[in-house]
């Protein structure tokens, strides 16, 4: 049975199960900034810290699929504080680094307790909400995810002009310290546990996931493209076998039949389409304002700042609209400014000043708030309850997976038409007005969600 939570005891819970995950996220955005620090200080190349990014995502894309596992085999407290744990000292290892492997390690150990952390979060608040006061719930959720993208940088900045790069870890060590201490008297073990064992070879398996992803990342950048299609090939067979062993297991490690749901595959489908939407306009806009209106790179960051506190500060909004307006009008919403953003950077792309482009951004990523998270509520709510960790564990790893194939869509699509066009201002529009089409059909597929949100015993 679900442990059911109320009034302050709840207010804590939510409280310190999102101020984890809220450091987490951070965790991913600001390290960017202190790319150049990295290089001097172990003297290697971008090429070799980039892998403080890559390394990190696919360790946390092969731990998402084994969170059901875990919060179906382990009490959620201990989970919690498990995570909150590893999170901890793979800090502070980073912290400590003497040479860059080392700091690499406290990163992969980083990652492991972020990959679990992010689809059992939305599972748990999902799971101790009534269905029909979760879009109100996962709107504030949205909103601490949210805000992550603008206060990453924003913290990391402060920070590294006043300290060296190891201040960015001891932050996060002293937070996520802070939360552990919190947890022991505000986290509750919510969660029904139904004991299983373990099914290793579905865990080999899941490997194709992340290397998928490192195979579009080497394609994205246009190098070892023959080591690239062959990874991307030994990725897909690995996830064609992980496929065909989670649907004939009587206990699967993943449940993938939640996809046989029609209305939870949509949500699927849209979640995913928002998350290109917003990943594209993250890689875009930034090479747009430096190539194209010649802005610095300092300037080209802080362009894209409102756009990630107005998505932030939209996601509360979308979740009471989501409660009383039903799913098809919020997503609705939200694609049609997709589809607006896009539609105006591609026939404005020659003649946008800098203001006009901030604000076209920001258009595109605040359809994001109207999609993303009200798509996960509708979503779970047409699953069995049993199911909903298979659910978002589902659509946590089909969000990465749309991401990082529409990063790789972009960059190809825009460094093949600048080569063969004298312009680049051409070849933005044409990439712009692709993501516009493809907004077009999240738009179809949003008007064919139910008026109403759906619930479900």
């Known amino acids: 049975m679900t442990t059911q ?204 996931l992340p290397l998928t992803l490192l195979a579009l990342s080497m394609l994205t950048k246009g190098r070892e493209r023959l080591g690239g299609l062959v990874l991307l090939l030994v990725g897909v067979l690995l996830i064609a076998a992980f496929t065909w062993r989670q649907l004939h297991l009587d206990k699967p490690m993943l449940e993938l039949r939640v996809l046989r749901t029609g209305m939870f595959t949509k949500a699927v489908l849209l979640t995913g389409i928002s998350y290109v939407a917003l990943i594209v306009t993250t890689i875009l806009m930034p090479l747009y304002f430096q190539t194209v209106l010649k802005v610095s790179p300092l300037v080209s960051g802080l362009s894209l700042v409102p756009a990630a506190v107005l998505l932030s500060f939209l996601n509360p909004l979308s979740g009471r609209m989501l409660d009383s307006f039903g799913p098809r009008r919020v997503a609705a919403i939200g694609m049609g400014l997709i589809i607006i953003g896009f539609g105006l950077l591609a026939s404005l792309s020659g003649r946008m000043s800098l203001l006009l482009a901030i604000v076209l951004a920001a258009c595109c990523e605040a359809g994001n708030a109207f999609v993303m998270m009200p798509s996960v509520t509708a979503g779970a709510n047409a699953l069995p309850a049993k199911l909903v960790p298979d659910g978002t564990a589902v659509t946590t790893t089909a969000r990465q997976l749309f991401g990082s194939a529409g990063v790789l869509l972009a960059t190809v699509l825009l460094a093949s038409l600048q080569l063969q066009m004298s312009s680049q201002t051409l070849g933005f529009a044409l990439t712009f007005a692709l993501f516009a089409l493809i907004g077009i059909c999240g738009l179809l597929l949003a008007l064919s969600l139910p008026k109403k949100l759906q619930t479900r015993d």
């Open 5 to 208: 939570l109320e009034g302050k005891r709840r207010t804590a819970f939510v409280a310190t199960l999102l101020t984890g995950t809220f450091s987490m996220s951070i965790s991913q955005s600001a390290l960017s900034t202190a790319y150049p620090s990295f290089m001097r200080a172990f003297n290697v190349s971008a090429d070799t810290v980039a892998w403080l990014t890559t390394g990190f995502m696919l360790m946390m894309t092969l731990m998402i699929p084994v969170s059901p596992w875990l919060l179906s085999n382990v009490p959620f407290k201990r989970l919690f504080q498990a995570v909150e744990l590893i999170f901890a000292v793979g800090t502070a290892l980073c912290v400590w680094a003497p040479s860059f492997p080392v700091l690499l390690a406290g990163r992969l150990l980083e990652a492991i307790g972020v990959g679990v952390i992010f689809p059992s979060f939305q599972t748990v608040l999902l799971t101790i909400t009534p269905q029909k006061a979760r879009g109100s719930v996962m709107g504030t959720a949205g909103l601490v995810m949210g805000s992550a993208l603008a206060v990453g940088p924003i913290i990391s900045g402060v920070l590294l002009t006043w300290f060296s790069w190891q201040a960015l870890f001891v932050f996060f060590l002293i937070v996520a310290l802070g939360v552990l201490l919190v947890s022991t008297g505000t986290i509750s073990s919510v969660m029904p546990l139904a004991p299983r064992g373990l099914d290793w070879l579905s865990v080999l398996l899941s490997a194709g």
